[in-house]
């Protein structure tokens, strides 16, 4: 009786001192599904898979990620909900594709913010942490990111604001879209992924878009001019749905934390980055397209059309309960700390 006793006792201490990983194999398996409304060869997924293959790799196996590509959960305007109502354990949200509802984070669509993917991805997501249980109280929020700055790009030479009057041109979210109608476009509210058809018919005179997207979503042939100055980011978040969350153990729970990080805000969208860089390199190349570079005068022309933006994000920004003074100090320190800015 004596040794059964000893045993279970020199068995209880051997596994306090267990590696991480194989307390975590003793973890119930959990397939947790993540829905995104992007196709599974788009560049964001190949850091999507480096990332879920680290949290597989940290939890022992015991945490296995399925990825749902192409809206199949559902549509990509409905992404938070998809996560926060369980259909999706974890979603990749566009916080823009519900214009109103996320006016603190929209701080990241102001136009002329950010200069770079990772670095304005890591100031995003160091700075809205502080915010997120404000606006996103629902969910289990992970991270913040962004994609390459983009900007216009049309069937017709703009180079100046006055360019855009009597255009149509479909913004990536609803601050740029109230940024190009204030200089008198006519904005065309549809998803990435509607892009080209828009474009093709002639329904739009142009979109916002990084590089990279004009390549996914197969609409260079038909947008061959590129206003070229880096106009806008578009923020976009993974959040975990509760229901999810609750089924994971602390320990699983804790390696979620570890890649729910600035560091993965970084990391999770360089190949994105560098998709773009190599995506504009092929249409430089290319004489059908045609880049116009604003001189300084009409560069501050652009700059100027964006302070009533700015001012109308610190009233949303104010009336959603927060410090909008202390929050845009916040955000400059973010971006000046990760060297993220224009």
């Not at 249980?133 to 006055?162: K, L, N």
Request: hydrophobic share 45%; glycine share 8%; net charge negative.
């Amino acid at each position: 009786m004596m040794r059964k006793a000893f045993l279970a006792a020199t068995s209880a201490a051997m596994l306090g001192t267990l590696p991480m990983g194989a307390a975590l194999a003793q973890d119930n398996p959990v397939d947790l599904r993540l829905g995104v409304w992007v196709g599974a060869t788009h560049p964001l997924m190949e850091g999507a898979a480096e990332w879920i293959a680290s949290i597989n790799e940290a939890s022992g196996g015991s945490i296995t990620i399925t990825v749902y590509p192409s809206q199949q959960l559902g549509a990509a305007a409905d992404h938070y909900d998809l996560a926060r109502d369980g259909i999706a354990d974890i979603s990749f949200v566009n916080p823009g594709y519900n214009a109103g509802r996320f006016p603190i984070i929209s701080y990241g669509e102001l136009p002329f913010r950010f200069n770079e993917a990772a670095a304005g991805s890591r100031a995003l997501d160091q700075w809205y942490r502080d915010y997120a249980e404000t606006e996103m109280s629902d969910v289990q929020f992970c991270m913040a990111f962004m994609h390459s700055p983009g900007t216009i790009h049309t069937t017709r030479p703009v180079t100046t604001p006055a360019d855009l009057s009597g255009l149509s041109v479909r913004p990536a979210n609803g601050t740029l879209g109230q940024y190009l109608s204030g200089l008198g476009a006519t904005t065309i509210q549809a998803s990435a992924a509607e892009m080209r058809d828009l474009l093709s018919r002639g329904t739009a005179d142009g979109t916002a878009s990084p590089y990279s997207s004009l390549a996914t979503w197969g609409i260079a042939d038909v947008a061959t001019h590129h206003l070229d100055m880096p106009m806008y980011t578009a923020n976009f978040v993974f959040v975990i749905s509760p229901v999810a969350w609750s089924r994971l153990s602390e320990a699983q729970q804790a390696v979620m934390n570890d890649h729910c990080s600035t560091e993965w805000a970084g990391r999770i969208v360089e190949v994105w980055a560098e998709e773009d860089t190599v995506e504009r390199a092929v249409l430089e190349e290319d004489a059908a397209h045609v880049f116009t570079a604003p001189n300084d005068a009409q560069r501050e022309e652009w700059l100027a059309a964006a302070e009533p933006m700015i001012a109308r994000w610190r009233e949303l920004a104010t009336a959603a309960g927060i410090d909008a003074e202390a929050a845009e100090a916040g955000i400059q320190a973010a971006i000046a700390e990760h060297d993220a800015g224009l």
